[in-house]
C-alpha cells in the first residue's frame, strides 16, 4: 500500500471468531488470511453473506478488503467478516 492511500478499519465477532479488517479504495478484491476470500470460506453462500454490506451501501467494488480471521469455525468466520466489514463502511462515509 502507498503512503498516501486512504484506509478505513473495523473489527467483527461472532461466537468465538474475530475478524481484523481493513478496507480501502479499490476495485472489490477481498482476501482473508492472505488468501483469496472464495479459495478460504470455500462456499459461495458464506462469501456472499460476508460481503452483503458492500451489497446493501451500494459499493459493492469499490473497496478492497483485507480480513485477518481467527478463532471459531469458519461460519462464524464469515459472520465476523460481515460485521467488520459493516463497521469499516461506517468509518469510510455515511452508509448508514
Known amino acids: 500500500m502507498a503512503e498516501n492511500t486512504v484506509v478505513y478499519y473495523g473489527t467483527g465477532r461472532?461466537?468465538?471468531?474475530?475478524?481484523?479488517v481493513r478496507i480501502?479504495?479499490?476495485?472489490g478484491k477481498v482476501t482473508v488470511n492472505?488468501?483469496?476470500?472464495?479459495?478460504y470460506f470455500g462456499r459461495q453462500q458464506l462469501l456472499e453473506g460476508a460481503l452483503a454490506p458492500f451489497k446493501v451501501t451500494d459499493t459493492a467494488g469499490a473497496f478492497d478488503v483485507i480480513a485477518l480471521c481467527d478463532?471459531?469455525?469458519i461460519s462464524g468466520q464469515?459472520?465476523?467478516l460481515r460485521?467488520?466489514?459493516a463497521r469499516?463502511?461506517?468509518?469510510a462515509g455515511?452508509?448508514?
Open 14 to 20: 461472532r461466537k468465538n471468531a474475530v475478524a481484523r
Open 24 to 27: 480501502v479504495p479499490g476495485t
Open 34 to 39: 492472505k488468501r483469496d476470500a472464495a479459495e
Open 71 to 73: 478463532g471459531g469455525g
Open 78 to 80: 464469515a459472520g465476523a
Open 83 to 85: 460485521l467488520g466489514i
Open 88 to 91: 469499516a463502511l461506517l468509518n
Open 94 to 96: 455515511d452508509y448508514r
